[in-house]
């Protein structure tokens, strides 16, 4: 069965470098997504991603956060400059497109700023 | 602003008992709801939705809609049961991104 996949599992990085999360969406997918989940928080919503453009980004994804799908397979979240609060567990998913389609999860990336 | 609401951080049952695991949500409009489950060092994945009214390893929700709510409920637990459960909801056209409650860790126990 197709799975999303997500490359670190782990990043570590120093406060104030950027950081950029990697995604393979399901192949025949179209909208993608990142969450977000502080320790001990809900997930959080941040952006979606459709037919190479933003459809929809939440109040935490400001100007430090910036999303791409390079190829035709990966889809990527950069942050420019990372902060102490930027620790956290970021989630990619993706969906079909089909009304009532679910969206489909990957494992996560954990990054730590330091 | 919509919002979901799992009173419950931590539920703890026997097996065999039953568990209600409660979802109350505010939003304006007609939302889909779901459930989704994190079994241990596994992701997300999707439990149930109301609009598919279907049974799911035992689990069934009813969305009402006068009291705002989309509690998850199974007559039996079983120990596999034992992981953390997610509400969440989307509107029902357009937007799809997620809105999470907090979740409520299940644990089942022998």
């Known amino acids: 069965e197709p799975e999303v996949t997500q490359t670190p599992s782990h990043q570590v990085t120093q406060m104030g470098q950027e950081v950029i999360l990697r995604c393979v969406p399901i192949?025949?997918?179209?909208?993608f997504y990142w969450y977000r989940q502080i320790l001990g928080q809900k997930v959080e919503f941040l952006v979606s991603f459709y037919n190479n453009e933003i459809s929809e980004k939440s109040e935490i994804f400001d100007d430090q956060f910036s999303v791409e799908r390079p190829d035709g397979s990966n889809f990527t979240l950069k942050i420019r400059s990372t902060k102490l609060e930027d620790s956290a567990m970021y989630f990619c998913a993706s969906r079909g497109g089909l009304s009532g389609d679910e969206q489909f999860f990957g494992p996560g990336t954990r990054l730590t700023v330091l | 602003a919509q919002r979901v609401t799992q009173p419950e951080k931590l539920l703890s049952v026997f097996k065999g008992a039953p568990v209600e695991l409660k979802c109350n949500y505010s939003?304006?409009?007609?939302?889909?709801l779901f459930w989704y489950v994190q079994y241990s060092r596994q992701r997300l994945q999707l439990l149930l939705r109301h609009i598919s009214r279907e049974s799911i390893k035992g689990f069934t929700a009813d969305l009402n809609k006068g009291e705002t709510s989309f509690h998850l409920k199974k007559p039996f637990a079983q120990e596999e049961d034992s992981a953390m459960y997610y509400c969440a909801l989307s509107w029902a056209t357009g937007r799809r991104a997620l809105t999470f409650g907090s979740g409520t860790r299940l644990q089942v126990q022998p």
């Open positions: 939003y304006s409009g007609s939302p889909e």
């Open positions: 192949s025949n997918h179209l909208y």
